[in-house]
């Protein structure tokens, strides 16, 4: 099979994922918008009215529905990747393709779910009357590096769980974890400032924080900003670091896959 | 010059290994690490070497567990081997099983997609073949059904459909005519014919017999991991059948011998009337079947029985020493029975020999194929017996 031929499988594989996520639902493609928007209603509800986390910051509205946005990306991302391999056991058993496809073809799907999601920020800027900047394309990398990210934490994850199906539920409190210590619900000015510097070096903080100064306010606190340069280069050998064990561990261990799943 | 093979299985073992329990959790790793592990492993293939013709039409048969679909998966690198190599010159088309990959909540137009791209067909030539496949799968009103409220057999035309739009040099095939009505299934022969003429190379594993003896060239017989026999479609189904009975005849005989009792038919020589042994009969031959047994004390009487079939399993007499009201005490090692004007026609037969209990339904022992002759009538009537007969015009005459 040619390579072209693959990305032609990829590509059905994510569509496939995409169009049965919202098979027999009434609302269809609407809830993948919906869906964020209930989430950020209600975290806006406790933590910008009840909580008033939002004080101080230019508007944290948007800046909270950003980071839910990209923290929704990660979640889905991670949780179907890992399962993937699983779920396509059927498929492993009886055709040979690189099994790489299926992970990639998990975070497309999450990818385009993301992508209907930013349009949904891009309209709350409007209406927040958030002028965009010349920055804003700064997003493209910001995201591309994401994307890798995630992916290369995605495949750690799928390698882990075909041997360990203990990791479902390890990662899910993991997820817990990470979503409380970064900046996404709170703004960073909250946080003790000996504290900043160490979530500052996580990739999911400097993406997030990244692209809130690319679309929303010059005034987001970013790592690049609180770490000075050479050191700052730490998270960037992270996330590739994480793409690279994440692609070497899930080849080695994918030859043996139709048999171990 | 030698034509270089489109396959070469060379000393091929595939262990499987089993842990006697799975561990698939941590916990059990850790608590599992103090015990020693036990696995259980199975050779599911034993050093099986083989070559694969250009164009070659490979049946693959072999009773159930015996590693007919670990080969395929192997050759179709699903699998890896344990030892011994493989080697493959030509583009091999990677589905094993009929409609892999379908989603019954997606409709037939979308499940052809997909299931086109995991034959490895780009989206634009998937789309320029769509019409063609949904043609050939005469499921033209459905295309935007979805595949949940098919019936399997349509399932099946549609996976089929699709399968034989793979563009590769070798196709593998397991075990997909088992649906399918009898016209669809003149369909895909017909389109196995074309495949053939186009010089494709097929391998394929069926419990079909009759299939594999047609389409076949050549027939590997796949016994507990090795190959058993490599050769002609019909001579390699002889065999199958041969050791489908082994097996029946050792079930019995365990069963027997759970009992106490035990005998065993050891040879059986058909002879001819000057009492040689012969294989070669004629018309009106008399024909003796010697049998040899062995048995213990503590059988109180036996009852032998003999059938006469002919090659294609038609049964054409069976007589034992109970009908025949003939005593069988004071038996010891050996029973003669003799036909002494034997009337079949002509064709190859075989006996087979049994040894019952008090009844017909306490078999001892049994050899579906004790012996073999072959029948030369020289007159041309048909059937299976040489009846007495003449013609006459009126009745009184």
Known sequence: ?261 | MKEQPIIAVENLTKIFKFPHERYTTIKQHFVNILRRRTTHSLKALDDVSFEVKKGEFLGIIGPNGSGKSTLLKILAQIYQPTAGKIEINGTLSPFIELGVGFNPELTARDNVFLNAAILGLSKKETEDRFDEIIKFSELEEFVDQKLKNFSSGMQVRLAFSIAVQAKADILLIDEVLAVGDASFQEKCFKVFRKLKKEGKTIIFVSHALNTIEEFSDRCLLVYRGKIRFDGKPNEAILEYTKINSEVERDQVKSANEKKGQSARILRVHCLNSKGGEESIFRLGDELTAAIEFEKNSKIPELNFGVSIYREDGVYCYGINTFIDKFNTKGVSNRIWLSFNNLHLLGGAYYLVAAIFGKSESEVIDYNPRAAVFKLIAGIKDQGIVKLEHKWGLKLNE
Do not use: C
């Not at chain 1, 569509?15 to 269809?28: E, M, N, P, V």
């Not at chain 1, 934490?153 to 409190?173: G, M, P």
């Not at chain 1, 070096?201 to 690049?224: E, G, K, N």
């Open chain 1, 1 to 261: 099979m040619k390579n072209k031929n693959y990305f032609n499988l990829t590509l059905q594989m994510a569509l496939t994922d995409f169009k049965l996520k919202y098979a027999g639902s009434i609302l269809g493609y609407v809830w993948s918008l919906v869906k964020p928007l209930l989430l950020f209603g209600v975290l806006y509800v406790v933590f910008s009215v009840f909580f008033r986390f939002g004080k101080g910051v230019a508007h944290y509205p948007v800046y909270l529905l950003l980071g839910i946005v990209l923290w929704s990306f990660f979640l889905e991302s991670t949780m179907n990747g890992m399962h993937s391999v699983v779920t396509r056991g059927d498929l492993i058993r009886k055709v040979n393709f690189p099994k790489i496809i299926i992970v990639l073809s998990a975070v497309i799907t999450s990818f385009l779910t993301l992508l209907l999601n930013l349009i949904v920020v891009f309209v709350f800027m409007f209406f927040s009357k958030i002028n965009l900047s010349a920055t804003a394309l700064f997003l493209i990398p910001i995201i591309a590096e994401f994307v890798i990210f995630t992916l290369g934490v995605s495949l750690i994850l799928a390698t882990l769980f075909t041997k360990f199906r203990d990791f479902s539920h390890i990662w899910e409190v993991g997820l817990q974890i990470i979503f409380y210590a970064t900046p996404i619900i709170y703004p960073l000015s909250m946080v003790p400032s000996q504290f900043v510097k160490i979530m500052m070096v996580t990739p999911i903080a400097q993406i997030f924080q990244d692209a809130r100064w690319a679309l929303i306010s010059h005034d987001t606190l970013t790592s690049w900003s609180v770490i000075s340069f050479p050191k700052s280069l730490i998270i960037l050998g992270i996330v590739i670091v994480t793409a690279l064990i994440g692609f070497f561990s899930f080849l080695l261990s994918a030859k043996n896959f139709a048999e171990e799943v």
